[in-house]
């Protein structure tokens, strides 16, 4: 049972921007990291980053360091996910997830420590 809502997904060219949303219509997301993961055909999921309680903290894998930013407003109960200079590559699903209380590498790397999810939005990045 999904219970988070993505937004934002769509086409996009090489080199431009994406800006994704994850809310969460019955579920308050402060006090928990949210993180961001994605899921290319034919392959596993895998993690994107993810962001502290009070969005101080956020940390990335790191094929996507210096190009994805993950930010959040609590008073509007949402997490975003700033997607720059994409590539060809970056054409996935993109879920985020809610749980545990603590953001690091460690963290932004496995979806063991979330436990509510989305189900996803696709993101296609084409020429």
């Known amino acids: 049972q999904f219970e988070l809502v993505e937004s934002g997904g769509g086409l996009v060219q090489p080199g431009g921007s994406l800006r994704l949303t994850c809310a969460a219509p019955?579920?308050?997301?402060?006090?928990?990291?949210i993180g961001w993961f994605r899921q290319a055909p034919g392959k596993e999921r895998e993690g994107v980053g993810c962001?502290?309680?009070?969005?101080?903290?956020?940390s990335y894998v790191e094929s996507v360091k210096g190009r994805f930013s993950i930010s959040r407003d609590n008073a509007k109960n949402v997490v975003y996910l700033h997607m720059n200079a994409v590539e060809s590559e970056d054409t996935d699903t993109c879920s985020c997830?809610?749980?545990?209380?603590?953001?690091?590498?460690?963290?932004?790397?496995?979806?063991?420590?979330?436990?509510?999810w989305g189900q996803g939005t696709q993101v296609t990045v084409y020429s």
């Open positions: 962001i502290g309680t009070t969005g101080g903290s956020p």
């Open positions: 997830a809610r749980g545990t209380t603590v953001c690091d590498a460690v963290v932004t790397a496995r979806t063991y420590f979330f436990n509510v």
């Open positions: 019955e579920l308050k997301l402060d006090r928990y990291v």
